[in-house]
T-cell receptor, first 114, second 112 residues
Framework: DAGVIQSPRHEVTEMGQEVTLRCKPI?????LFWYRQTMMRGLELLIY????????DSGMPEDRFSAKMPNASFSTLKIQPSEPRDSAVYFCASSSQGRDQPQHFGDGTRLSIL | GENVEQHPSTLSVQEGDSAVIKCTYS??????FPWYKQELGKGPQLIIDIRSNVGEKKDQRIAVTLNKTAKHFSLHITETQPEDSAVYFC???????????FGTGTQLKVEL
C-alpha cells in the first residue's frame, strides 16, 4: 500500500521566494495534518483538515503560511514570502475517520531558506 | 492546550538490555496513547498504541503500559538491538478530531 507521499523531499530557496509543499494522503483517509519539526520546538501541528475542510489552523505561525486541500487526494502548504526562520522539516500525515485513529506520516520535506 | 512531558531526552543502553521511556500528562480526558519511532531522514512511524480501557499492550519486544490514575504511560523495549536506535515520541489523543499532542522525543542509542 502506498503511504503518505510528500514532495519535494528537499527544497532550498532564497528568502522572499514562494515555497509550495505538496502532500498526497493515504487513499480513503479523511483527516490530513501538516506539521513542522525543528530542534528548538519539536513537532508542531500547523493545521488539519477533515473531508477537505480546514478544522483547526491555530498552529499556523503567520499569514505568510496558507494551506489548501482542493480534493481528497491532494493538499498544499504555501509560504509566501519565505524567511530563514521557516527552515525546518515539514511533515504531512493522514488518518482515517473514527475516534482516536493513528496518524500515518510521510517522509517530510526538508526546507532551507537562505 | 494539552501538555505531555517525556523523559529521558537521551538514553544509551547496551545491546540486549531493556529500555524504558516515560511520558506524563495532565488532561484526564486523554484516551489514546500512541508511540512513534523516527529514524534519520524519515517521518515518525507508529510502533504501538494503547487506548484508555487497556492497561498494557505488547507486540513482540515492544510493550506499552498505561496508568490512568497517575497519568503516565511508558514504552518498554526488551532485548534491544542496534536497529532500535532512533528518536521515540509519545503522543496523546483526546478524541478531538484525531489531533495528537507529541512529547519532546527520546534519542535512544543502542551500543554494541
Amino acid at each position: 500500500d502506498a503511504g503518505v507521499i510528500q514532495s519535494p523531499r528537499h527544497e532550498v530557496t532564497e528568502m522572499g521566494q514562494e515555497v509550495t509543499l505538496r502532500c498526497k494522503p493515504i487513499s480513503g483517509h479523511d483527516y490530513l495534518f501538516w506539521y513542522r519539526q525543528t530542534m528548538m520546538r519539536g513537532l508542531e501541528l500547523l493545521i488539519y483538515f477533515n473531508n477537505n475542510v480546514p478544522i483547526d489552523d491555530s498552529g499556523m505561525p503567520e499569514d505568510r503560511f496558507s494551506a489548501k486541500m482542493p480534493n481528497a487526494s491532494f493538499s498544499t502548504l504555501k509560504i509566501q514570502p519565505s524567511e530563514p526562520r521557516d527552515s525546518a522539516v515539514y511533515f504531512c500525515a493522514s488518518s482515517s475517520q473514527g475516534r482516536d485513529q493513528p496518524q500515518h506520516f510521510g517522509d517530510g520535506t526538508r526546507l532551507s531558506i537562505l | 492546550g494539552e501538555n505531555v512531558e517525556q523523559h529521558p531526552s537521551t538514553l544509551s543502553v547496551q545491546e540486549g538490555d531493556s529500555a524504558v521511556i516515560k511520558c506524563t500528562y495532565s488532561d484526564s480526558a486523554s484516551n489514546y496513547f500512541p508511540w512513534y519511532k523516527q529514524e534519520l531522514g524519515k517521518g515518525p512511524q507508529l510502533i504501538i498504541d494503547i487506548r484508555s480501557n487497556v492497561g498494557e499492550k505488547k507486540d513482540q519486544r515492544i510493550a506499552v503500559t498505561l496508568n490512568k490514575t497517575a497519568k503516565h504511560f511508558s514504552l518498554h523495549i526488551t532485548e534491544t538491538q542496534p536497529e532500535d536506535s532512533a528518536v521515540y515520541f509519545c503522543a496523546l489523543g483526546t478524541g478531538g478530531g484525531n489531533k495528537l499532542t507529541f512529547g519532546t522525543g527520546t534519542q535512544l542509542k543502542v551500543e554494541l
